[in-house]
């Protein structure tokens, strides 16, 4: 068969069960990138069918899919947001570091990775997924709730970090040594700031030179940029993503919102060819073996996670229940951590198994803890409080009890989060 027919007739096939996947994800209510990532293992090196001629093509479109995933999470937000989140959620940023890239250094290490894997592993334990997490809360009406701006502000810390880890991990990565590190880590700061600075002082410029009322143009200008600038970031070492994400900063206004419009189906059909490239990359037999030490980990971080949800959200004054949601919704993984593992994955190519299980477990178990995290703590916190209390002795009563109806709004609302 000629090349090009078996080009078409296999990345076809793949996209057209992309499709069926994620509408057979959308009717049981869960996230598509664990069946994305399955779907990779199956067509992959050792799978059921591997596909051999679509191979090339599918990698320049997993390229694409992480610039896309980043332009479009980086549009979601303004320079002054960040700013913001900074000045108010650095705390609650420097604990989620702590306690959610410490288990996965530790796990590298025991592993026998070295300093290198180890750090890799960090960041894959470390970041959430801000596409699942948005997509459960849209989901589940939380869009409103008080904790909802807790959540995003640790989002956003973990976003605005990978611009400065990335670079680190590309450079210990490539084995520059710690001067090669530190000048890659000069850049990255230097080339984030300076975005920042265009955006918060001259966004409305940037904005309007890359308005149009045509959407091609619009299209072809945005998207154009956005590949001129990760390209040129990923030579200076910055990494293409981060480059992506700090264009979508830079945009604001009515050109962001044109931009997203028009960009987000592209987005989704190359962060599914992203998934998928990824799953193509690991050999299915070697996720068996590495199945137990990715569910420790996923049950280490999990916790992890719900701590960091519950005091981030004390910080903001949130009661408990609220603290509870904000825990279980910040569980999943996803495109970050594949990110990370993707870079990885030719220096240190046993992170490649661990990480796709680890992300197959979380993205699941992710919508899972978003909505039976603070039902099942607030029960468990009912029963111990019942099994503490002592029966209260009779005494007289001066006349009949409130009943709940009675009781004024002030009081009414105390336990409401």
Same mark, same amino acid.
């Given at each position: @068969?000629?090349?090009?027919?078996?080009?078409?007739?296999?990345?076809?096939?793949?996209?057209?069960?992309?499709?069926?996947?994620?509408?057979?994800?959308?009717?049981?209510?869960?996230?598509?990138? &664990?069946?994305?990532?399955?779907?990779?293992?199956?067509?992959?090196? %050792?799978?059921?069918?591997?596909?051999?001629?679509?191979?090339?093509?599918?990698?320049? %479109?997993?390229?694409?899919?992480?610039?896309?995933?980043?332009?479009?999470?980086?549009?979601?937000?303004?320079?002054?947001?960040?700013?913001?989140?900074?000045?108010?959620?650095?705390?609650?940023?420097?604990?989620?570091?702590?306690?959610?890239?410490? &288990?996965? /250094?530790?796990? %590298?290490?025991?592993?026998?990775?070295?300093?290198?894997?180890?750090?890799?592993?960090?960041?894959?334990?470390?970041?959430?997924?801000?596409?699942?997490?948005?997509?459960?809360?849209?989901? @589940?009406?939380?869009?409103?709730?008080?904790?909802?701006?807790?959540?995003?502000?640790?989002?956003?810390?973990?976003?605005?970090?990978? /611009?400065?880890?990335?670079?680190?991990?590309?450079? @210990?990565?490539?084995?520059?040594?710690? *001067?090669?590190?530190?000048?890659?880590?000069?850049?990255?700061?230097?080339?984030?700031?300076?975005?920042? =600075?265009?955006?918060?002082?001259?966004?409305?410029?940037?904005?309007?030179?890359?308005?149009?009322?045509?959407?091609?143009?619009?299209?072809?200008?945005? $998207?154009?940029?956005?590949?001129?600038?990760?390209?040129?970031?990923?030579?200076?070492?910055?990494?293409?993503?981060?480059?992506?994400? $700090?264009?979508?900063? *830079?945009?604001?206004?009515?050109?962001?919102?044109?931009?997203?419009?028009?960009?987000?189906?592209?987005?989704?059909?190359?962060? #599914?060819?992203?998934?998928?490239?990824?799953?193509?990359?690991?050999?299915? #037999?070697?996720?068996? &073996?590495?199945?137990?030490?990715?569910?420790?980990?996923?049950?280490?971080?999990?916790?992890?996670?719900? %701590?960091?949800?519950?005091?981030?959200?004390?910080?903001?004054?949130?009661? &408990?229940?609220?603290?509870?949601?904000?825990?279980?919704? $910040?569980?999943?993984?996803?495109?970050?951590?594949?990110?990370?593992?993707?870079?990885?994955? #030719?220096?240190?190519?046993?992170?490649?198994?661990?990480?796709?299980? =680890?992300?197959?477990?979380?993205?699941?178990?992710?919508?899972?803890?978003?909505?039976?995290?603070?039902?099942?703590?607030?029960? $468990?916190?009912?029963?111990? /409080?019942?099994?503490?209390?002592?029966?209260?002795?009779?005494?007289?009563?001066?006349?009949?009890?409130?009943?709940?109806?009675?009781?004024?709004?002030?009081?009414?609302?105390?336990?409401?989060?």
């Amino acid at each position: @068969m000629h090349d090009t027919t078996a080009l078409l007739i296999e990345l076809g096939s793949v996209i057209l069960g992309l499709g069926i996947i994620g509408r057979f994800a959308g009717r049981i209510g869960l996230s598509p990138i &664990p069946l994305y990532l399955l779907a990779g293992l199956a067509f992959g090196e %050792g799978g059921l069918l591997p596909l051999g001629a679509s191979e090339e093509f599918t990698a320049i %479109g997993a390229e694409i899919g992480v610039i896309l995933l980043l332009l479009l999470l980086g549009l979601e937000y303004s320079a002054s947001e960040l700013v913001t989140s900074l000045k108010t959620q650095y705390p609650s940023g420097a604990v989620d570091f702590v306690l959610n890239a410490t &288990p996965g /250094a530790i796990a %590298g290490l025991m592993l026998g990775w070295g300093p290198v894997g180890a750090v890799a592993l960090a960041g894959v334990t470390w970041i959430s997924s801000s596409g699942v997490i948005a997509k459960v809360m849209t989901d @589940m009406g939380r869009l409103g709730n008080r904790e909802t701006p807790v959540i995003l502000g640790v989002l956003v810390i973990e976003d605005l970090a990978m /611009a400065v880890y990335l670079p680190l991990l590309t450079a @210990m990565l490539a084995g520059v040594g710690l *001067a090669g590190g530190s000048i890659a880590l000069l850049i990255a700061l230097g080339t984030v700031g300076f975005v920042l =600075y265009l955006a918060l002082r001259h966004g409305r410029l940037i904005s309007r030179a890359v308005s149009s009322d045509n959407p091609e143009m619009l299209l072809l200008v945005v $998207l154009g940029l956005t590949v001129l600038v990760a390209g040129v970031a990923q030579q200076l070492q910055v990494s293409a993503a981060v480059g992506a994400f $700090l264009v979508g900063i *830079a945009l604001s206004g009515e050109v962001a919102e044109g931009a997203r419009k028009l960009l987000t189906p592209l987005r989704d059909l190359f962060a #599914a060819v992203f998934f998928v490239f990824f799953g193509l990359s690991t050999d299915p #037999a070697d996720i068996p &073996p590495v199945l137990l030490p990715a569910a420790l980990l996923a049950i280490v971080t999990v916790l992890t996670k719900i %701590g960091t949800g519950w005091y981030a959200s004390r910080r903001a004054g949130i009661g &408990p229940r609220g603290r509870w949601r904000a825990g279980g919704t $910040l569980v999943a993984r996803g495109e970050f951590s594949i990110v990370i593992a993707g870079l990885a994955v #030719a220096t240190e190519p046993r992170i490649g198994p661990i990480a796709t299980a =680890y992300v197959l477990i979380l993205v699941i178990v992710g919508p899972l803890t978003a909505r039976w995290t603070e039902p099942v703590a607030s029960r $468990l916190q009912a029963k111990l /409080a019942g099994k503490g209390k002592k029966p209260a002795p009779a005494v007289a009563s001066a006349g009949p009890m409130p009943s709940h109806d009675d009781l004024t709004p002030e009081h009414a609302g105390r336990d409401a989060d």
